[in-house]
């Protein structure tokens, strides 16, 4: 048990930090590997729906369209005589099989077909991918299953991932450079060089270790989660209506995201404000998307304002995001206002998606949540019908107010004693 020079580690110690160290970067990658899988098996049902919704558009495309691609350079009236009229009909045709026809040889045949492909390319990578519960087609059902066991890894899976990456691109050189302190041979004839690159190397992993319980039980937890089975169809299409914007979360990401999120259509000066903004996570538990952390970063920055988007896209998600950064900033009490049939889906999103606790003021014990919000902190969730009953002491303020549906307010209701949201 010789001990390394500097009297830092012996032999046995410096190996069993090694074979730790592996064990941790074997962890780090078997949850890479299963989520490499997981999300190309996803990325394959997108691709097989995209392709089917573009082979239905090219059946209306005709094929007259084939000497755009080739800015006119194709004669298609051989085509369209001998009955081909859209672009499908060429693509579905090999290249040997369109050589066959009158008046076209092999070279025009592969230009007809490989222009076609253009437009077929174009067609997939313009589809426009909507999930519909009342449509549930073969390919569809294929892709929301794909995308159920990325969502069911949970909101860690992103964090998980990176960390995973991080540890893989440190821990593998270390290792190497460590290699010589396993052995006392290998560390005497190694050079005082290597000797002090092992040692190194060795004090590094030994920081990065220090510690890593957290992450270890992390990424177990989640390659546990990605090594679960397909769903079943049917418990795969109820978790989509009930968690609908974590799998357009997943969609957008393996889609690419649908606008430029850092502009869009705002005027210059506006964009530049919104992206300066600062968006907390230390109290969110739920990873955003481009466009999401935009919106929750446009409603900071603007602190009057309407979210605007369709179904299923994330809105609750944002301001969730809002009200987990005020919270990091100071802010205590928060209130939401909602329809009564999606009370219990925004108690049941608050408490998933941040730290905060919620309580529902509603139901026979609101005055009880209502104290507790009130001694505790948090975010207090009323229906709007309810919400002129809502009096709080003067003492209370609210650092901010999400109204969902806010359509639906009706302005006859008297205004409620509430303070004013202070500023952010």
């Known amino acids: 048990m010789a001990r390394l020079e500097g009297g830092q580690l012996t032999t046995r110690e410096a190996d069993a930090l090694c074979r730790d160290a592996e064990l941790l970067l074997s962890s780090a990658r078997t949850l890479l590997g299963e989520y490499a899988e997981v999300h190309q098996e996803a990325g394959r049902a997108l691709g097989a729906l995209r392709s089917e919704l573009a082979k239905a558009e090219l059946g209306a495309i005709p094929v007259t369209r084939l000497k755009d691609v080739t800015d006119g350079r194709l004669r298609v009236g051989l085509l369209e005589k001998a009955g081909y009229t859209t672009v499908l009909q060429v693509l579905e045709t090999s290249p040997y099989q369109l050589q066959l026809l009158p008046g076209i040889g092999a070279h025009t045949a592969r230009q007809m077909h490989a222009a076609a492909g253009e437009i077929a390319q174009a067609a997939e990578e313009a589809a426009g991918i909507r999930i519909d519960v009342e449509w549930r087609d073969p390919k569809t059902t294929d892709l929301v299953i794909a995308l159920h066991r990325l969502v069911d890894a949970g909101p860690d899976l992103p964090r998980a991932r990176d960390i995973a990456r991080d540890l893989d691109e440190r821990l593998a050189p270390l290792l190497a450079d460590a290699r010589p302190a396993r052995g006392r041979l290998r560390m005497l004839f190694a050079g005082s060089e290597r000797r002090d690159r092992a040692r190194e190397a060795l004090a590094t992993m030994a920081r990065l270790l220090d510690g890593a319980r957290d992450i270890r039980l992390l990424i177990t937890q989640v390659t546990t989660d990605l090594l679960r089975p397909p769903a079943p169809e049917f418990e795969a299409w109820t978790d989509f209506e009930f968690r609908s914007p974590e799998y357009y979360g997943v969609l957008a990401e393996l ?132 919400l002129y009953r809502l009096e709080n002491p003067a003492t209370v303020t609210v650092d901010m107010l999400v109204v969902d549906e806010a359509h639906y307010v009706n302005c006859a209701v008297p205004p409620t004693r509430l303070p004013t949201p202070r500023p952010s």
């Open 255 to 386: 889609a690419g995201e649908p606008i430029p999120v850092d502009q869009g259509l705002l005027p210059a000066d506006l964009a530049a404000k919104v992206n300066a903004q600062e968006l907390d996570d230390t109290h969110r538990r739920v990873s955003l998307r481009g466009y999401q952390a935009f919106g929750a970063r446009f409603a900071l920055a603007q602190r009057r304002v309407i979210l605007g988007d369709e179904m299923g896209l994330g809105k609750s998600i944002e301001a969730i995001a809002a009200l987990a950064h005020l919270k990091a900033k100071g802010g205590d009490h928060f209130l939401v206002v909602c329809p009564a049939s999606v009370l219990v889906n925004w108690i049941r999103e608050i408490e998933s998606r941040s730290t905060l606790n919620a309580y529902p003021l509603h139901g026979a014990d609101r005055a009880a949540a209502q104290a507790e919000w009130i001694r505790r902190g948090g975010v207090a969730v009323a229906t709007m019908d309810s």
